[in-house]
């Protein structure tokens, strides 16, 4: 909802201030998903807002849930009929919701299906925090939580690439008016735009930051992912070791193990490398992903334990990461829409 408007609708109805507090209450505390809930406010209000302000800015197309996991997907449909997906899972004890940034993707990483979309358009700041209230309102309505603990943008689209719009959600979504949602517990992830990390710590100090590596060779990285080709590992490394010593945050890099694509000992060593020719190497951490990597490939376990035992004897830290919603389609790499534009 685009909450700046309905404040601006109130005051210039002269409507009294606390009715936006009454707003505030119902769409952000209650999560109501009709202003018909809004009963606290007059039904003449409740009609022009329903007439101009929607509470989400798509339609909810389908949902979709993981019969193995705590994990659900949903199709969204925008307002000029493109459509996205986005995530909601419960990897620990509390629910995250994976939110899309962007319709398609530029970047075409070769294990992607939203790069395999090509791109269609930037997602607008409502369009991203939407998602996450429509995430609050179904775990509300289905009395799974009180909150959404935390947010990623690992969905479809890069991040970086719009950036003004990713900064300006990820605000509105630690803003205590809107979702508090801490923003130590918003994540960035990217695929290596090393030329917004400067910018990106001075913007978003206490987000979390993910590099999708998936490949310390320039000339494999290029391969699987062509945005090696405008900014190499070596401008990667500058901008990596540039943001940890602005923000002084760990730095997570994100590496998907695919057998005999990546996961040799001289891949091993070529990551260890690259981390080790960062300064203040201690804060990068390692995220092993058992990642679907298309077409079928998928990676026997024995491998990826045998990976994070060799990068943690090196003295790296690094985690193996359970992939959720593989059996519908959620899990990282999987995300795509057909789109009807
Ligand atoms: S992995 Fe991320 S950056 Fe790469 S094509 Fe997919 S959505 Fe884009």
Redesign the pocket.
Known sequence: MNFEAVKEYIKQQGLPNFRIAQVQEAVFKRGISSWDEATALPVSIREELKQKYPILSFTVSKMVFSQKDKAAKALLTLQDGLQIETVLLKPQDSWSVCVSSQVG?P???S??S??KMGFKRDLTQEEITDQVLMWYQYVRKEKLAERISSVVFMG???PLLNYLNVIKAARDLSNPDYLNIGARHISIST?GIADKLHKLAVDLPQANLAV?LHNADDGERSKM?P?NRRFNLEELQKAVEEYIAMTGRQVFLEYSVLENVNSRPEHIRKLAKWIFGIKDNYLIHVNLIACNLGRGAKTDDKVVKDFAAAVKAMGIGVTIRKSMGNDVLAAC?QLAARTRK
């Open positions: 993707c970047l075409r990483c294990f992607c939203t790069g479809m689209g890069e695929a999708s992912m945005v790499g």
